[in-house]
């Protein structure tokens, strides 16, 4: 219980510290040919079947597990932001949070445009709308703006 509070109390300071570890090492995103940087969003179902482990449970791809949200940037996929949820839990439950979170994380380690690209389970118009209101191009799949 007091790890899991603490990890709550630390997590925007851990998340700020990665990108400043990354920033430090002279790390920068490759972008793509037509210039913007990749960010690259999805929840990413990890096995957990025959486990006992609190907040596992039946996952989209048909196995007891969780269902993280990561966030890579660069052609080389630095991760920025990721979000331990439950199996269970729908992709964009918590995406709104996450995407205010990642988004001026890629900032502090680029100053090229973003171009943010989410699976059709975030086809959501709260998303689009913090999409364009923090100035990233975007692709979800399905839809490119």
């Not at 603490?6 to 990108?19: D, P, V, Y």
């Not at 913007?36 to 791809?61: A, C, R």
């Not at 990721?82 to 709104?96: A, M």
Request: hydrophobic fraction near 35%; charge should be positive; glycine fraction near 8%.
């Amino acid at each position: 219980m007091r790890m899991d509070s603490i990890g709550k109390s630390q997590r925007e300071q851990l998340l700020k510290f990665n990108a400043h570890l990354l920033k430090s090492n002279k790390i920068k995103p490759t972008p793509l040919k037509n210039g913007l940087i990749p960010v690259d969003m999805d929840v990413t179902p990890m096995d957990n079947s025959n486990t006992k482990k609190e907040g596992v449970s039946w996952t989209y791809k048909k196995f007891m597990g969780y269902a993280p949200m990561m966030a890579y940037i660069g052609k080389e996929g630095y991760m920025v932001n990721t979000e331990l949820r439950e199996g269970k839990q729908h992709c964009q439950n918590g995406t709104p949070d996450f995407l205010r979170q990642a988004i001026p994380l890629c900032r502090e380690m680029t100053d090229k445009p973003l171009l943010v690209r989410l699976d059709s389970g975030n086809d959501a118009a709260e998303n689009v709308g913090i999409l364009l209101e923090n100035g990233a191009f975007y692709v979800i799949k399905g839809f490119v703006k």
